[in-house]
């Protein structure tokens, strides 16, 4: 039969650093016992449509602010109904890779601020119309960018590219993409020009 559930004995694997909850259309309920793992680095629980936009919200907010929040570094969570990230990815401070594409996301709680700094960062294939920053020393941020390769928003509903890039930062980035969207204005400090 197929997975339905994940027992909560699965919290007591201490030890756990790789775990994969991919592609599981009888599980409608997000496995909160994976909440409590401590040491889990790598997470995929892309492609469960089934699970509604409030239980993937409230299990990744859980998540986030869970055991593994310190030391999670790989989390793809594409091909769901996600429709608002939560603020709490802000403690997700060794997030590397996160794969948010192909969801429903309309609203990111808030920035990620500057202690998160990605290398990979995925949001393609939603519905965001902005992407929230916060000021710090002046600057309008996202999220950290000390160690981005790349970053995708992609076919979205954004109207503005956002002033979230440091002309005098020394980061390189490989790829940055914004197509397919309805850009005609960009933010500078700010404000739109």
């Given at each position: 039969g197929r997975?339905?559930?994940?027992?909560?004995?699965?919290?007591?694997?201490?030890k756990l650093t790789d775990l994969e909850i991919y592609?599981?259309?009888?599980?409608?309920?997000?496995?909160?016992?994976?909440?409590?793992?401590p040491s889990l680095e790598?997470?995929?629980?892309?492609?469960?449509?089934?699970?509604?936009?409030?239980?993937?919200?409230?299990?990744?907010?859980?998540?986030?602010?869970?055991a593994s929040s310190e030391v999670i570094q790989i989390l793809y969570c594409s091909e769901n109904n996600l429709e608002v990230v939560p603020e709490e990815?802000?403690?997700?401070?060794?997030?590397?890779?996160?794969?948010?594409?192909?969801?429903?996301?309309r609203k990111i709680e808030k920035a990620f601020g500057k202690d998160v700094n990605p290398v990979q960062l995925y949001f393609s294939n939603n519905q965001l119309e902005e992407i929230p920053t916060e000021s710090v020393d002046g600057k309008h941020i996202f999220c950290g960018f000390d160690d981005v390769e790349s970053m995708s928003f992609s076919n979205n509903?954004?109207?503005?590219?956002?002033?979230?890039?440091?002309?005098?930062?020394?980061?390189?980035m490989k790829s940055v993409d914004f197509s397919f969207n309805n850009i005609t204005e960009f933010e500078k400090n700010g404000v739109k020009n």
């Open positions: 997975i339905k559930t994940i027992p909560d004995g699965i919290a007591e694997l201490g592609n599981c259309p009888e599980m409608t309920q997000f496995p909160m016992a994976i909440t409590r793992i790598s997470l995929n629980i892309s492609n469960n449509r089934q699970m509604s936009a409030t239980e993937i919200y409230n299990g990744l907010k859980a998540f986030a602010s869970g990815f802000r403690l997700m401070k060794k997030i590397g890779l996160l794969d948010l594409s192909n969801n429903k996301i509903r954004l109207t503005k590219l956002p002033d979230i890039f440091d002309a005098e930062s020394k980061m390189i």
